[in-house]
């Protein structure tokens, strides 16, 4: 039994979001919350839009949204980081309560609202973690920006962060910030991307090295608008796609109280939903634009499952509020015996 499983009981009886607080000071001032987990020395490194993973099982954006505390989460066993989401400006996000567990469900309920010290306070802790590894940073738009001038806020994040990241992930996905997920269709998609692989272009010739871009989408998604997105990244040549975000369905919450509360849903109820979205995509790419898979990931099973259904990497979040580090291991373990 590790530290958080030891901690658990009595984080559960303060508020989720402080206690998501007291878990990265802990393991700032080292206090590990979990033993490191070693690579397990049969694990094969996989490649992943053109970047070298020591395994195939990362953290997905959300838990560290300013880089904070990048190598202590990376030395938990993560073959790949991902920090943010990240804006221009800070941001305080949205009114608290934001965050809710629903341990009945091992589920999450967060409407956060890419709350974050902004961009340049990111890239100052990035610069002071010296760190080595695979880090990816997910970038957005501030709240404050109208939806029809949103390309400059990612493309001024993407500039402020391309010699910083190993790669680089467009966050169009959330339900928290009004109109975001507008961003996911037709016309409006094709320009961000379009723009944002034509930046990527011209800092791959400044900085004289290539950092991959990948889109994070919904899995509230139709065979329709999957298909649409599909074909987006493949004309745009992006370098991959994380599937998937949380879901504003909250249907498999039943008549539970918190079912009616506003925000993005992960955990065990989204992994039926990003599951669909993730195959869906795998068969419309046809294996020419990598997919990494999460939502959903309770178990190692689950991981592997998602590996199976065609996802090159994964990434857990949520699933760790109700399994510890301990989770990180076991995907290890599945995703190499599967």
């Known amino acids: 039994m590790n530290l958080y499983q030891l901690a658990q009981p009595l984080l559960f009886k303060t508020d989720p979001e402080y206690a998501h607080q007291l878990a990265l000071k802990a ?29 195939p099982v990362g953290l997905a954006a959300g838990l560290d949204k300013n880089g904070e505390c990048i190598k202590e989460l990376a030395a938990l066993g993560f073959g790949f980081i991902e920090i943010g989401t990240v804006t221009p400006r800070p941001q305080y996000g949205n009114p608290k309560p934001r965050l809710f567990r629903i341990p009945e469900h091992q ?44 390309v400059d806020d990612y493309l001024l994040c993407l500039e402020k962060s391309y010699p910083h990241a190993s790669y680089i992930t467009v966050n169009i996905s959330s339900p928290n910030t009004k109109n975001l997920r507008d961003l996911q269709g037709g016309n409006e998609l094709i320009n961000l991307l379009t723009q944002l692989k034509n930046r990527q272009s011209q800092l791959h010739s400044i900085h004289g090295k290539y950092v991959p871009l990948a889109v994070k989408i919904a899995p509230d998604l139709d065979e329709t608008q999957i298909q649409s997105i599909a074909q987006t990244v493949l004309q745009t040549e992006m370098d991959g796609i994380i599937a998937t975000n949380t879901t504003i369905d909250k249907s498999k919450l039943g008549q539970h109280p918190l079912a009616q509360e506003a925000g993005g849903l992960s955990g065990a109820p989204v992994r039926e939903a990003s599951n669909r979205v993730l195959a869906a995509l795998v068969r419309e790419l046809d294996g020419k634009i990598p997919v990494i898979g999460v939502g ?43």
């Not at 206090?31 to 694990?43: A, D, I």
């Not at 990497?313 to 190499?336: D, H």
């Open 107 to 150: 589920a999450v309920i967060n409407r956060m609202g890419f709350n974050n010290d902004g961009i340049d306070a990111l890239i100052k802790n990035v610069k002071a973690a010296k760190f080595n590894g695979i880090l990816g940073i997910n970038i957005g738009k501030n709240a404050t920006t109208p939806i029809d001038e949103a």
């Open 27 to 55: 393991l700032k001032r080292g206090y590990p919350l979990g033993v490191p987990t070693p690579v397990n020395p049969h694990t094969q490194p996989i490649q992943l839009m053109g970047l070298q993973l020591p395994n």
């Open 296 to 338: 959903g990931i309770l178990s190692g099973s689950h991981a592997a499952e998602k590996l199976r259904l065609g996802a090159t990497a994964v990434q857990i979040y949520s699933g760790m509020v109700y399994r510890g580090t301990g989770l990180i291991k076991e995907c290890l373990l599945s995703c190499f015996l599967r």
